[in-house]
């Protein structure tokens, strides 16, 4: 597996795929559509969920079990349908947690009552950067298709590009926008 920084409070991390099919990478889009639908339900739910969520932490200074539990279940089966989607993984459908796909969420014991309310804005940098690392991951995105389909193999630069950057996107998103963390993310790969 790639290597992550062991301090921050929210993991990801990928297994390397030793060979992947020509004909799934072919298809990915196509076949990807079902796994999205269900990804988008429960994205309009974890929203919505996220809300009461900073509204318990601004009142209580506590993140709800219950709605903490319910997030990192949606950002698993999210990212694992993301893995699929970004020729991470070969495996169809992020229906079951089947360990090549490893995300840990570590559960908030006490949170600042009044940060939620400026994270999104502290959280721009990261925002910047990561559009930009967009353009190039959608550049290294294409080249590793055209690898796959021509030798069956993800190149490792490629393959742990992509698992560094949608690390760093998971971090962002579980500060600024699931509130599962005050400790800022770092500007890293790492």
Known sequence: MATEGAAYPV????????QQSRWRTLFRLILAIPLF????????VMSSIGQF???TILFRKKYPRWAFDFLAVGYRY?????????LLRDEYGPFDDIGTVRIDFEYPEKLNRWLPLVKWLLAIPHYIVLYLLWIVYSIVLFIAWLAILITGKHPRPLFDFGVAYNRWGLRVTAYALALTTDQYPPFSFR
């Open 11 to 18: 993991t990801f991390d990928v297994e390397y795929p030793e």
């Open 37 to 44: 639908v269900p990804a988008m339900i429960i994205s309009g």
């Open 53 to 55: 969520a900073f509204l």
């Open 78 to 86: 999210y990212y694992r349908a993301l893995a699929y989607v970004l």
